[in-house]
């Protein structure tokens, strides 16, 4: 199972909006609703910001939101802020009963 | 409070073995599917494998697949990853992670809401 493919980086400024892509096949992304997206900052565990393409666990913000389509899902963060400068990682389940992550996406708030 | 914590973790020789273990505390172990995640050094996340909550069902990444064992001692809340005939390329932080449906069931298919901090997995001569 091929990683699923992300932008290496991204930037943008306080306030803005960026949006991080993640393609797959229709083995994955394109075959299912379950796309997920993990927020790490260096040293910490993974956080989970995004689950099943487009909704948010309790606690992330609304700033944050997915969507999907064909075979590419989507991050975007509205507002940026300081403290969302992370890695960001999308993964999704796959026709073989596994799950295949993104390669990541290093996001720099300038 | 959910946590989850890693053990085991070391410098082991390539060909050698290791065995991991997760501790889970703050939820009903058996009503969570655990799975194993990696992230080697410069590169990204890596799925490893997976376990029911009852064991009814394992799975494994095809680079680990007969070489790792991934089980669960649920009356200890435990969770383990026995690694056999270790590469380089094994070389990891190794992360369990919790299965959580959010209001469905799950089948391996769920996100996972819940990490430990890893355990650092060294293979080299």
């Known amino acids: 199972q091929s990683a699923l493919t992300q932008p290496a980086f991204v930037s943008g400024s306080p306030g803005q909006s960026i949006t991080i892509s993640c393609t797959g096949t229709?083995?994955?992304?394109?075959?299912?609703?379950?796309v997920s997206w993990y927020q790490r900052h260096p040293g910490k565990a993974p956080k989970l910001m995004l689950y099943d393409v487009d909704n948010r666990p309790s606690g992330v913000s609304y700033r944050f939101s997915g969507s999907k389509s064909g075979s590419t899902a989507s991050l975007t963060i509205s507002g940026l802020q300081s403290e969302d400068e992370a890695d960001y990682y999308c993964?999704?389940?796959?026709?073989?009963?596994?799950?295949?992550f993104g390669g990541g996406t290093k996001l720099t708030v300038l | 409070e959910v946590q989850l914590v890693e053990s085991g973790g070391g410098l082991v020789k390539p060909g050698g073995s290791l065995r991991l273990s997760c501790a889970a505390s703050?939820?009903?172990?058996?009503?969570?599917?655990l799975n194993w995640v990696r992230q080697s050094p410069g590169k990204g996340l890596e799925w490893v494998s997976s376990?029911?909550?009852?064991?009814?069902?394992?799975?494994?990444a095809d680079s680990v697949k007969g070489r790792f064992t991934i089980s669960r001692d649920n009356a200890k809340n435990s969770l383990y990853l026995q690694m056999n005939s270790l590469r380089a390329e094994d070389t990891a932080i190794y992360y369990c992670a919790r299965e959580f449906g959010f209001g469905r069931l799950c089948g391996g298919d769920c996100p996972f809401d819940s990490w430990g901090q890893g355990t650092l997995v060294t293979v080299s001569s």
């Open positions: 703050g939820f009903t172990f058996t009503r969570n599917n």
């Open positions: 376990i029911g909550g009852t064991t009814e069902y394992i799975s494994y």
């Open positions: 993964a999704s389940y796959t026709s073989t009963k596994t799950w295949v």
């Open positions: 229709s083995s994955d992304v394109g075959g299912y609703y379950l």
